[in-house]
């Protein structure tokens, strides 16, 4: 009796560990509270309510998804950048049939912030827009230690830029784009020059970009389909999607690492 | 008489089911097995595609460092090096080898760059930074999934059974985009 019982410990220990194993596995990831994920506490519920709002109409007219989330620390994972890959391959943010999914991200004990981007979008949404959306919307209040309000001006900007890319209008719901891409650049001369450079810049590389992610079309879709254009029912997993919107699950959109990072 | 008949009609009949299974058996084998290997290739290809736009962005980057620092020669040379190994490499290991040295060349231009304050808060410059770093990061991403792929797919042409036939396909073990990491820690910069 008392010999089964000992041989037995290493295998329960054995079992015991593979369930811890799994568990921390799981851990590793946190499921989505909705568009905005608050896990870090830092947005006041009404900094919540404008993403929200901006997210939603903006995935009915184009059928993009923006998902916001701050968390206090990504470990275990070595940096933002595998993080934020991580988490929105694993939520599928965006419509799978067009991989048009961004994730703004924060994390607050190592004072970094990241916009992943989904493949559909890298077009629209190019790393050096990104990392503008960052320096002149997102920054300047996170410094300040308006977190909530950083966010709100990045989901603007991203929404901004989108919304220009299918010609819809959201700027009653506060989307707009960083000042370059109108013309107007912070301090320095040869403003012209620079916007036409950059102008060059982004249809020499966007164009291109849009184009890999159909090449690996077969490989990376997931069995389900997400709706594409505006469709309400796009998320669909859990079945809610009524007239007013709603979280109802991402889209199972794609991400190859595309975006930028900034420490604040 | 008529029961050995019958006998030898049921050991064909088995026989004949046994070679029909065990055909259909063996062609959803190699029907899985080309389908992982054209997965490790797909993978390769994202890599392949990721390396090639950072060596698109390269140009633009090297000229507009140029403009403010044209007399940092040999960094420049350095990088006009590695871009054209990377074009010639032709095997994962050669690919893998000009990668670093692409790597180490430009990790030395942006400490180069810390010594022009200017350029680092020039808007061209921050915007192809920003586009480096985050084809930098997609070429980590394309090569961890591709290191997953052949992962699977070197795991099932070892094992049993599809051991067995997998030579006979020509389906060979990959290899893996593997990094030194000794090499991939800071470079040594010199300043004389």
Same mark, same amino acid.
């Given at each position: 009796?008392?010999? *089964?019982?000992?041989?037995?410990?290493?295998?329960?220990?054995?079992?015991?560990?593979?369930?811890?194993?799994?568990?921390?596995?799981?851990?590793?990831?946190?499921?989505?509270?909705?568009?905005?994920?608050?896990?870090?506490?830092?947005?006041?519920?009404?900094?919540?309510?404008?993403?929200? *709002?901006?997210?939603?109409?903006?995935?009915?007219?184009?059928?993009?998804?923006?998902?916001?989330?701050?968390?206090?620390?990504?470990?275990?994972?070595?940096?933002?950048?595998?993080?934020?890959?991580?988490?929105?391959?694993?939520?599928?943010?965006?419509?799978?049939?067009?991989?048009?999914?961004?994730?703004?991200?924060?994390?607050?004990?190592?004072?970094?912030?990241?916009?992943?981007?989904?493949?559909?979008?890298? !077009?629209?949404?190019?790393?050096?827009?990104?990392?503008?959306?960052?320096?002149?919307?997102?920054?300047?209040?996170?410094?300040?230690?308006?977190?909530?309000?950083?966010?709100?001006?990045?989901?603007?900007?991203?929404?901004?830029?989108?919304?220009?890319?299918?010609?819809?209008?959201?700027?009653?719901?506060?989307?707009?784009? /960083?000042? *370059?891409?109108?013309?107007?650049?912070?301090?320095? !001369?040869?403003?012209?020059?620079?916007?036409?450079?950059?102008?060059?810049?982004?249809?020499?590389?966007?164009?291109?970009?849009?184009?890999? /992610?159909?090449?690996?079309?077969?490989?990376?879709?997931?069995?389900?389909?997400?709706?594409?254009?505006?469709?309400?029912?796009?998320?669909?997993?859990?079945?809610?999607?009524?007239?007013?919107?709603?979280?109802?699950?991402? !889209?199972? !959109?794609?991400?190859?690492?595309?975006?930028?990072?900034?420490?604040? | 008489?008529?029961?050995?008949?019958?006998?030898?009609?049921?050991?064909?009949?088995?026989?004949?089911?046994?070679?029909?299974?065990?055909?259909?058996?063996?062609?959803?084998?190699?029907?899985?097995?080309?389908?992982?290997?054209?997965?490790?290739?797909?993978?390769?290809?994202?890599?392949?595609?990721?390396?090639?736009?950072?060596?698109?962005?390269?140009?633009?980057?090297?000229?507009?460092?140029?403009?403010?620092?044209?007399?940092?020669?040999?960094?420049?040379?350095?990088?006009?090096?590695?871009?054209?190994?990377?074009?010639?490499?032709?095997?994962?290991?050669? *690919?893998?080898?000009?990668?670093?040295?692409?790597?180490?060349?430009?990790?030395?231009?942006?400490?180069?760059?810390?010594?022009?304050?200017?350029?680092?808060?020039?808007?061209?410059?921050?915007?192809?930074?920003?586009?480096?770093?985050?084809?930098?990061?997609?070429?980590?991403?394309?090569?961890?999934?591709?290191?997953?792929?052949?992962?699977?797919?070197?795991?099932?042409?070892?094992?049993? /059974?599809?051991?067995?036939?997998?030579?006979?396909?020509?389906?060979?073990?990959?290899?893996?985009?593997?990094?030194?990491?000794?090499?991939?820690?800071?470079?040594?910069?010199?300043?004389?």
């Amino acid at each position: 009796m008392k010999l *089964t019982d000992r041989s037995l410990l290493p295998v329960l220990a054995l079992l015991m560990l593979i369930v811890a194993a799994a568990g921390a596995q799981a851990q590793q990831l946190p499921a989505p509270e909705g568009y905005v994920s608050d896990f870090a506490g830092v947005i006041s519920a009404d900094e919540a309510l404008r993403m929200q *709002t901006l997210i939603e109409a903006l995935r009915e007219a184009t059928g993009a998804e923006v998902a916001v989330v701050t968390v206090d620390t990504f470990a275990p994972f070595g940096s933002i950048e595998q993080f934020g890959v991580a988490l929105a391959q694993q939520w599928g943010v965006g419509a799978a049939s067009q991989d048009s999914g961004a994730i703004l991200l924060l994390a607050m004990s190592e004072r970094q912030v990241r916009i992943e981007v989904g493949y559909g979008l890298e !077009g629209v949404l190019p790393d050096g827009r990104v990392g503008a959306v960052l320096d002149q919307l997102v920054l300047p209040a996170l410094r300040e230690g308006r977190w909530g309000e950083g966010l709100v001006g990045g989901v603007e900007g991203i929404a901004g830029y989108i919304a220009a890319e299918y010609d819809v209008d959201l700027a009653q719901y506060g989307a707009r784009a /960083p000042q *370059t891409a109108t013309g107007r650049t912070g301090s320095s !001369g040869g403003t012209s020059a620079e916007v036409l450079f950059f102008l060059l810049l982004v249809m020499f590389f966007g164009g291109g970009r849009f184009f890999w /992610p159909l090449l690996f079309l077969g490989s990376r879709r997931r069995g389900y389909f997400g709706g594409g254009f505006g469709t309400r029912s796009a998320g669909g997993v859990f079945g809610s999607g009524g007239r007013s919107g709603g979280f109802s699950g991402f !889209g199972g !959109g794609g991400f190859g690492g595309g975006g930028a990072s900034r420490g604040f | 008489m008529r029961h050995k008949k019958y006998t030898w009609l049921i050991a064909a009949a088995v026989i004949l089911l046994l070679l029909v299974g065990g055909f259909s058996w063996y062609v959803g084998q190699r029907n899985a097995l080309i389908a992982l290997e054209e997965s490790v290739n797909g993978a390769w290809s994202e890599v392949d595609n990721q390396l090639q736009r950072r060596s698109d962005l390269i140009p633009n980057l090297v000229a507009t460092v140029r403009g403010f620092a044209a007399q940092e020669q040999q960094v420049f040379s350095d990088i006009a090096e590695a871009r054209s190994r990377l074009a010639g490499a032709q095997s994962v290991s050669e *690919t893998a080898e000009s990668y670093q040295q692409m790597e180490s060349a430009l990790s030395r231009l942006l400490v180069v760059v810390e010594a022009y304050p200017e350029l680092r808060s020039n808007q061209n410059f921050i915007r192809l930074q920003d586009e480096l770093a985050g084809t930098e990061n997609r070429i980590a991403v394309a090569r961890q999934r591709y290191n997953n792929s052949v992962q699977s797919f070197n795991a099932r042409i070892r094992m049993f /059974p599809a051991s067995l036939f997998a030579g006979g396909l020509g389906l060979t073990q990959r290899d893996y985009f593997e990094i030194d990491q000794q090499a991939r820690s800071a470079p040594q910069v010199n300043f004389d």
